[in-house]
């Protein structure tokens, strides 16, 4: 079945830099597009990020030119680099099939002084 791990976060001071990771199985990674999408505390899931199949991404614009989605289709793993990390960047990071609800239990992100 479908399985995506999370790693990668951490707790980090503002302005620093997190490389976040997604070992992906299950299903044929490359034919997918995937998205990072996080859930900060009492609040709902956001979209943070997608790339598709062909590489193309799209950002949201709270996150736009500080984070970078990438991935490696031969190592099955989706990476978000997040730079300039700010306090309302802390939230717990998914990644999931694009368009679908997240499978994985997620990577705590905290910014904080």
């Known amino acids: 079945q479908v399985q995506l791990v999370e790693s990668g976060g951490g707790l980090v001071q503002p302005g620093d830099s997190l490389r976040l990771s997604c070992a992906a199985s299950?299903?044929?990674?490359?034919?997918?597009?995937m998205s990072w999408v996080r859930q900060a505390p009492g609040k709902g899931l956001e979209w943070v990020s997608r790339?598709?199949?062909?590489?193309?991404?799209s950002y949201a614009d709270s996150v736009k030119g500080r984070f970078t989605i990438s991935r490696d289709n031969a190592k099955k793993t989706l990476y978000l680099q997040m730079n300039s990390l700010a306090p309302e960047d802390t939230a717990v990071y998914y990644c999931?099939?694009?368009?679908?609800?997240?499978r994985g239990r997620g990577t705590q992100v905290t910014v904080s002084l």
């Open positions: 999931a099939q694009a368009g679908r609800y997240p």
């Open positions: 299950g299903f044929t990674f490359s034919d997918y597009a």
């Open positions: 790339i598709n199949s062909d590489g193309s991404t």
